[in-house]
DNA sequence: TGAAAACTGTACCGCCGGTACAGGAGGGGA
DNA sequence: TCCCCTCCTGTACCGGCGGTACAGTTTTCA
């Protein structure tokens, strides 16, 4: 009941952090048991196994990381009704959020389910797909309907372009992290964001003589 | 010896894919033993232990990836004396290389390390984050060559713009892999050849009437 | 207060990373 | 020819870890 979720809610935070610093194969459950303060019984009547935390863990990252996009996007569109000017903002907003991060972003878990695949099985694979496509989806919805109102400076595919955002994130934290520079994260956001200010906005051409 | 090095490659060619899907704590010393028809004793004459050979792995794979750029850009060097047609040239280039693998990208070293890296000491770190400051020195080296000749249309920071090189790379390569979708690594480096494209030529104003 | 939920404790298995060390095959130089 | 060096093999062992099994205990809430 409400105990019962507070102690999986816990391991879970445990899990996270230890698995976006040492990936899934280099983290331990004995190690999670001892942060927990939790026994080895314990753990293995919250989770069957490490698949299944795995599971939950990527599942949990996937409805948060969906629900902090909702917020930014939808604050957005709240201070204005042009679509390129609300993604425009929403993107801003996003890089603030990233560079507002104590430490830097810690890490993907999408990502790090990307380069363990061969050792999950079908459904998590599949719940990773999925979550890209989500972003996809998202992201190209946002983009279709700035191109009802704005035309494309250059012939590119909108799915694409909704790509390029996931991209621009997942790269911008292996840089970041790699780098030990937080900053890098959120500035690779607004260099995407540049990139999609001329996509769209007219050229100003300033008038001759 | 001669014998001895082909071992080693060999030891270091299993290594590197399974590595790629499965992390560097998901793969076992064991498994590459066997794969490789080498003894425990034989593997441990070889590499120290799984640090040494994360070390050897990595090394490997920053001097490949450096010796492809470079072939790449120095190709497209030689077919223009542009410096921007050349950059656009060589993006083009790499997207075919890409597009050409058989079964898409198999996975970056840089980003496994970079998720693995709370095991790793801190020579190992430093390599890689090396790795990347190389790569930005590289593509920023180029970018300032076209920024002698070609104004900025919009105020970029040429590092920045240099780091989304390697960031579309990474993170193409997480969507690629994560979709299973060979396609979207290349298509991922073409979109970015368009927006380094809008970012220096002039656009083309229809003349009015 | 009683049943279900949420654990603890103990004992055990097999795999894995790693260590230690002895020994052997094979080639190349003195 | 002999010896030494490189490149391994074989054997034995250690402790940690993922996972299983299951009995027993405490906590929670209806």
Redesign the interface.
Known sequence: MRKGEETRTRILDVAEAAV????????SIEELIAETGITKSGFFYHFRDKNELAKALLNRYIENDERIYDEIFSRARDLTDDPLQSFLLGLKLLSELLSDLPNGHP?CI??????????FDREIQET??N???AWRRRFGRMLRDIVEVYPL??P??VD??A??V???????I??S????EPN?LA??V???R??V???FLP?V?MPRG
Do not use: H, I, P, W
């Open positions: 976006l610093q040492k990936g899934f194969g280099g983290t890490g999408v990502a790090t389910v990307c380069y363990y695949e061969r050792l990773n797909r979550a890209v496509l400076r250059e590119v595919d694409q372009l790509d390029m996931s991209s621009v994130l997942e790269g911008g292996v840089l992290k790699t780098l030990k890098t500035e690779q607004l260099m995407l540049t990139f200010k001329m996509l050229v051409v």
